[in-house]
């Protein structure tokens, strides 16, 4: 018999597949299927996904391309199906999109059925357009929408080329827009050979390392328990021991799989290639696909695989490593598997070490994180009366 999770079970749908109304120059899906998921298909997943939860609460992930090319009505009978065979669950929705498509009726049926929205957008016009062409004025218009009908939205930006050298500019225009939950992703293209050269829309380790200081300095002398960065929420948890809500930040992964339009099963978001294909729901149940022995192998690889530079360092318990899409560099011992980011991250937890302490002491004692402020603030007044 397999043993159950220990923690929530998740699958993201792909009711779209890789179609877009966009083209972003740094996309990874583009190349990949783009089925649309049937309603007979909907209705088998529905019901496997929901057997297949071990805890009381359930999360439907609806992601693309672009989810918004479905009509309302798949929404609609997406929900009827969540009804009729998750009784006695608390489900919740979320989706990501580009924001383009939303319209009054889009936010009217987001709300009256709570779900949460997360916006793609790169920042103000000319960063955002650099590499997702003239979409950011049909994009504002979408956040407006959103916060007309009150829908609960976060933004989720990459950091790439051409905006990983205004991190403070960034940082504030989401602060100016009323974003009140943001997630950074940085961009990272593989290169297509070994000790190649990434993709000319990625953000380097070193310019990595420098927003992600510039954006906390930020961050922790306004915004602690205001604005809610995924980032240093995670940072945190993990200064903590506990979850760190994220994947990539996590000792493992492996509880997360995404299943495609065709019914196919896959390892991770990122791991769509036939070898991490688990099979697909038409035979075989999400159960013993998320339960089987290579799905756990999978997950268990984020800790095997970690090269010696990463064991000795005084940062695993921080980052563990990242994503393992992101490990293609060479540690300076030569062995292969090295987070190509990594420089940025280790110049990040030397910035923050003194005020991850802090805080992770705040929580131990029942107080607020958000304490870090007025402690910063008088640590500057003392420095200048020194």
């Given at each position: 018999?397999?043993?159950?999770?220990?923690?929530?079970?998740?699958?993201?749908?792909?009711?779209?597949?890789?179609?877009?109304?966009?083209?972003?120059?740094?996309?990874?899906?583009?190349?990949?299927?783009?089925?649309?998921?049937?309603?007979?298909?909907l209705e088998e997943f529905t019901r496997q996904y929901l057997e297949a939860q071990t805890m009381p609460q359930v999360l439907f992930t609806w992601h693309g391309g672009e989810p918004l090319l479905r009509?309302?009505?798949?929404?609609?009978?997406?929900?009827?199906?969540?009804?009729?065979?998750?009784?006695?669950?608390?489900?919740?929705?979320?989706?990501?999109?580009?924001?383009?498509?939303?319209?009054?009726?889009?936010?009217?049926?987001?709300?009256?059925?709570?779900f949460l929205v997360g916006i793609s957008i790169d920042g103000p016009q000319y960063m955002h357009n650099s590499f997702r062409g003239t979409s950011w004025h049909d994009v504002m218009r979408g956040i407006?929408?959103?916060?007309?009908?009150?829908?609960?939205?976060?933004?989720?930006?990459?950091?790439?080329?051409?905006?990983?050298?205004?991190?403070?500019?960034?940082?504030?225009?989401?602060?100016?827009?009323?974003?009140?939950?943001?997630?950074?992703?940085?961009?990272?293209?593989?290169?297509?050979?070994?000790?190649?050269?990434?993709?000319?829309?990625?953000?380097?380790?070193?310019?990595?390392?420098?927003?992600?200081?510039?954006?906390?300095?930020?961050?922790?002398?306004?915004?602690?328990?205001?604005?809610?960065?995924?980032?240093?929420?995670?940072?945190?948890?993990?200064?903590?021991?506990?979850?760190?809500?994220?994947?990539?930040?996590?000792?493992?992964?492996?509880?997360?799989?995404?299943?495609?339009?065709d019914g196919s099963v896959y390892s991770c978001d990122h791991f769509v290639f036939p070898e991490y294909r688990l099979g697909n729901i038409r035979q075989h149940t999400i159960t013993s696909m998320l339960?089987?022995?290579?799905?756990?192998?999978?997950?268990?690889?984020?800790?095997?695989?970690?090269?010696?530079?990463?064991?000795?360092?005084?940062?695993?318990?921080?980052?563990?490593?990242?994503?393992?899409?992101?490990?293609?560099?060479?540690?300076?011992?030569?062995?292969?598997?090295?987070?190509?980011?990594?420089?940025?991250?280790?110049?990040?937890?030397?910035?923050?070490?003194?005020?991850?302490?802090?805080?992770?002491?705040?929580?131990?004692?029942?107080?607020?994180?958000?304490?870090?402020?007025?402690?910063?603030?008088?640590?500057?007044?003392?420095?200048?009366?020194?």
């Amino acid at each position: 018999m397999i043993a159950p999770f220990a923690r929530p079970l998740y699958v993201m749908l792909k009711p779209v597949g890789s179609r877009c109304n966009l083209a972003c120059q740094y996309c990874y899906y583009q190349e990949k299927g783009n089925t649309l998921l049937s309603e007979k298909l909907l209705e088998e997943f529905t019901r496997q996904y929901l057997e297949a939860q071990t805890m009381p609460q359930v999360l439907f992930t609806w992601h693309g391309g672009e989810p918004l090319l479905r009509p309302l009505s798949f929404y609609k009978k997406a929900l009827e199906l969540q009804r009729r065979y998750g009784q006695g669950l608390q489900i919740d929705n979320c989706l990501q999109t580009n924001g383009t498509l939303l319209t009054d009726e889009w936010c009217q049926f987001l709300r009256d059925n709570n779900f949460l929205v997360g916006i793609s957008i790169d920042g103000p016009q000319y960063m955002h357009n650099s590499f997702r062409g003239t979409s950011w004025h049909d994009v504002m218009r979408g956040i407006s929408l959103l916060q007309k009908y009150d829908v609960q939205w976060n933004a989720m930006a990459t950091v790439n080329a051409a905006n990983a050298e205004h991190p403070v500019e960034l940082y504030r225009f989401f602060h100016h827009i009323g974003c009140e939950f943001l997630q950074f992703t940085p961009i990272v293209i593989p290169p297509p050979v070994p000790e190649g050269n990434v993709g000319k829309t990625s953000v380097s380790p070193a310019q990595w390392g420098h927003f992600l200081c510039a954006v906390y300095d930020e961050w922790v002398q306004h915004d602690v328990g205001k604005l809610f960065v995924q980032l240093f929420d995670a940072t945190l948890a993990n200064w903590t021991g506990t979850p760190p809500g994220i994947c990539s930040m996590a000792p493992t992964c492996g509880h997360a799989a995404i299943m495609e339009a065709d019914g196919s099963v896959y390892s991770c978001d990122h791991f769509v290639f036939p070898e991490y294909r688990l099979g697909n729901i038409r035979q075989h149940t999400i159960t013993s696909m998320l339960y089987s022995e290579r799905q756990q192998q999978f997950g268990q690889q984020k800790r095997d695989a970690l090269p010696r530079q990463c064991r000795e360092c005084r940062f695993l318990f921080a980052c563990h490593g990242e994503c393992p899409k992101n490990r293609f560099t060479a540690d300076r011992y030569g062995n292969y598997g090295l987070n190509y980011l990594c420089e940025g991250y280790h110049q990040f937890f030397i910035h923050v070490a003194d005020d991850m302490d802090f805080m992770a002491n705040e929580l131990k004692a029942n107080r607020s994180p958000a304490n870090i402020i007025a402690h910063k603030d008088k640590s500057l007044k003392n420095n200048k009366a020194k």
